[in-house]
């Protein structure tokens, strides 16, 4: 894995890192796996849209990068997924109504993130924002 920054970095099943997205050069796609047991690299299916400045986080067997900025340090409102296993992915353009970097996300549950805060636009953002997974189409905005 080449050197980076601005990525983000969750834990999947307490065996393994996953590391997504960052700078090197330019702003990345790429998802890797640190296999902690192994003491060992991977590489995993890339996200759709490079990303850095980003969060992620896991459940089940779905990593989730949310938000961030891209190649021109836009911020984004997309939330996309990866599975860990089958390789599946897909995006969800516009998930929230603010774009935002650095936002605080956590698992509430087996289908639900929890998405806080960040930077928008405007600066510091305040609000909390509930993700349920389990929704389809624009019921899965924020």
């Not at 890797?32 to 996200?47: E, H, Q, V, Y």
């Not at 984004?76 to 650095?102: Q, Y």
């Amino acid at each position: 894995m080449a050197r980076r920054w601005h990525f983000a970095l969750t834990c999947y099943n307490k065996e393994r890192l996953i590391v997504s997205g960052g700078h090197c050069l330019s702003t990345l796609c790429e998802v890797f796996t640190f296999i902690i047991a192994r003491n060992d690299w991977g590489k995993l299916t890339s996200m759709i849209k490079p990303r850095q400045n980003h969060s992620s986080c896991v459940l089940k067997t779905k990593v989730f990068y949310i938000g961030g900025t891209d190649h021109n340090m836009k911020r984004l409102t997309s939330v996309e997924w990866s599975d860990v296993i089958s390789g599946e992915r897909d995006i969800i353009e516009a998930a929230f109504d603010v774009p935002r970097e650095l936002p605080v996300v956590g698992a509430v549950s087996d289908s639900k993130l929890i998405i806080m805060g960040g930077i928008g636009d405007s600066g510091k953002l305040s609000d909390v924002l509930l993700f349920d997974t389990t929704l389809e189409g624009e019921e899965r905005k924020c």
